[in-house]
Nanobody, 124 residues
Framework: QVQLVESGGGLVKAGGSLRLSCAAS????????MGWFRQAPGKEREFLAA???????YYGDSVKVRFAISRDNAKNTVTLQMNSLRPEDTAVYYC??????????????????WGQGTQVTVSS
């Protein structure tokens, strides 16, 4: 089973960009479907994007025009490029993994492994 570590969070002004990375340790990263979620205080965990183990991509409605997910199996990483950031994007961002496919990539319950999260703060 992989272990996940997110990086790349920080403080950015509205309209700016950030690139989050999730580094996976362990074997067979290329057999894992990967997802990005976020959680703001007092809110439920929100699906952002996922990339399957065969590289199909999925996006949440609130970010599908502004965010892009990609993976590099040679480096065991998955990346979330975030553009045109808004103050409402402020949250803790989490990377998650599940081996092979899932019935619903948008459901947090489908994922077996989570990173510790990285804070993203967007100022107005």
């Amino acid at each position: 089973q992989v272990q996940l570590v997110e990086s790349g969070g920080g403080l950015v002004k509205a309209g700016g960009s950030l690139r989050l990375s999730c580094a996976a340790s362990g074997r067979a990263f290329d057999t894992y479907s990967m997802g990005w979620f976020r959680q703001a205080p007092g809110k439920e965990r929100e699906f952002l994007a996922a990339i399957s183990w065969v590289s199909y991509t999925y996006y949440g409605d609130s970010v599908k025009v502004r965010f892009a997910i990609s993976r590099d199996n040679a480096k065991n990483t998955v990346t979330l490029q975030m553009n045109s950031l808004r103050p409402e994007d402020t949250a803790v961002y989490y990377c998650a993994a599940h081996q092979y496919g899932m019935y619903d990539v948008r459901s947090p319950a489908q994922y077996s492994t989570w990173g510790q999260g990285t804070q993203v703060t967007v100022s107005s």
